[in-house]
């Protein structure tokens, strides 16, 4: 049985993917009064589509004039399957003397291999003059673009929106600070279809292209952030989308209905967050959220941790729907000291296939959150030491290190093979220094003793 594959925000598997924001593609050509001329970004180093990039490459912007520098922003971020669909990267910034050369260097290195995009979410010149687009592109820190052959076995098509949110300790949720809304309308062809090109017409009449991921080119989409709800809505109303796919020999036109009855749910609440602050790597972790009220089989909850781990994808038999409370990610998933940005979503959605194509459709709340491991224990082989003989018992110290788990074995013979000897006990060390004895040991006219770590 075939797995159906979605695209970005679809809740599974998918692909990087351009946005395109509606609402925002439109500028005038008409300039008032006292509003100047144009404010343009003259150049970018590393150029757009750009290959091979080092992980801690710097990224530098020319504008055309002095900037305010107080109201532009660059934000930069990598699609990863999971909510919330995209890791930001956090940058240090440095304007040069003249206020027209932003440096961004990253705090951490981007992801390698990956598809890093920047965008201006607000961009200003020191008269006002608000930056004019293009203001966003991408480049590649790899050598290697992707093929795009892709292993899709249905051409699927899809309208969906999410609202986004940060929690942090048991704390309600709250929304995102930064472009909390997003709405997404895509077309994921079957491996052996092409295209010329794909349009949607919306509910309103009004038409827009979809974009090719250059990185996977069966892969088209229109979507982006917003800051306002009401914009969000108003631009991305319930009613039927239609899906123009055009081809060489013939086009194929697909309705997909938005439908109103389809709820925004509340935004998703984790119930054991504070756990999640100081995970132990090496066993499995299971992450807690509230029931969600009205959840049902047929929706879908989907739990991630960036690139790392993802809970089943939509069309497993084992994904999660809208009843479940908990997932587990499983011991040795995670690295030990590290934060993971990590993201909890619920969807209510409409899922059809008739066997060769598949339409989905969702509203979806999503909540994003830091998971943290706790430190390495670093250890080293206990070490024997002071062995003593009193009141008939003979025992031994080990130096090892808090926390340290370890095993004693003996034998009397030591013909015998080191796996055949037996345990005298698996324990935790309580501090730097451990007493071991053996109350047998009186009964053997020699025993051996060996220390290891772990069981």
């Not at 260097?105 to 990956?114: H, K, M, Y």
């Not at 930056?131 to 052959?149: A, E, R």
């Not at 088209?220 to 969000?232: K, M, Y």
């Not at 999640?276 to 959220?289: C, E, I, R």
Request: proline share 7%.
């Amino acid at each position: 049985m075939h797995k159906l594959k979605f695209s970005r925000f679809g809740f599974g598997h998918f692909r990087s993917h351009h946005l395109v924001v509606v609402g925002r593609a439109t500028a005038t050509l008409l300039m008032t009064l006292g509003q100047g001329f144009c404010q343009t970004i003259v150049s970018t180093v590393p150029t757009k589509g750009a290959t091979g990039i080092s992980s801690n490459s710097l990224v530098v912007f020319t504008f055309s004039t002095t900037m305010d520098t107080n109201r532009t922003t660059v934000q930069f971020y990598t699609p990863i399957p999971t909510p919330p669909y995209s890791y930001t990267y956090a940058m240090s910034n440095v304007w040069n003397g003249t206020s027209n050369v932003l440096t961004c260097s990253p705090v951490s290195a981007f992801t390698v291999p990956a598809q890093v995009y920047w965008t201006f979410s607000s961009g200003f010149d020191a008269s006002g003059n608000r930056l004019q687009p293009p203001k966003t592109g991408y480049f590649f820190t790899s050598d290697t673009v992707g093929s795009g052959s892709g292993t899709n076995a249905f051409t699927t098509f899809l309208i969906g929106r999410a609202d986004l949110y940060s929690q942090t300790g048991n704390a309600q949720p709250t929304s995102y600070t930064v472009e909390p809304y997003i709405y997404l309308a895509t077309t994921s062809l079957a491996s052996n279809r092409t295209t010329t090109g794909i349009t949607l017409m919306f509910p309103s009449g009004g038409v827009s292209n979809l974009v090719q991921d250059i990185a996977a080119p069966e892969h088209w989409v229109f979507g982006g952030f917003l800051t306002n709800q009401t914009e969000l809505e108003t631009n991305f109303p319930p009613g039927n989308y239609t899906f123009t796919v055009n081809g060489s020999a013939s086009n194929e036109t697909k309705v997909v209905a938005f439908p109103s009855s389809l709820m925004q749910p509340p935004a998703p609440h984790l119930a054991n967050l504070l756990a999640a602050n100081s995970v132990d790597a090496t066993q499995p972790f299971t992450l807690q959220w509230d029931a969600f009220a009205g959840g049902t089989a047929m929706d879908y909850i989907s739990a991630g941790l960036g690139t790392t781990w993802q809970s089943p994808i939509i069309s497993s038999s084992n994904a999660l729907n809208g009843t479940a409370v908990s997932v587990t990610i499983p011991a040795g998933t995670l690295a030990p000291g590290t934060t993971y940005n990590g993201s909890v979503g619920f969807s209510h959605s409409v899922l059809a296939t008739n066997g060769t194509e598949a339409t989905y459709v969702y509203r979806a709340a999503i909540t994003q959150f830091a998971l943290t491991t706790k430190p390495a224990i670093v250890t080293q082989a206990p070490v024997v030491t002071n062995p003593s003989w009193s009141g008939g018992v003979f025992g031994f110290d080990l130096l090892t290190t808090a926390g340290q788990m370890v095993t004693v074995v003996y034998t009397a013979n030591l013909a015998n093979a080191l796996t055949n000897w037996p345990i005298l006990l698996t324990t935790n060390s309580p501090g730097a220094q451990i007493h071991i004895s053996n109350p047998a040991s009186g009964t053997s006219p020699a025993v051996f003793y060996r220390a290891r770590n772990g069981k």
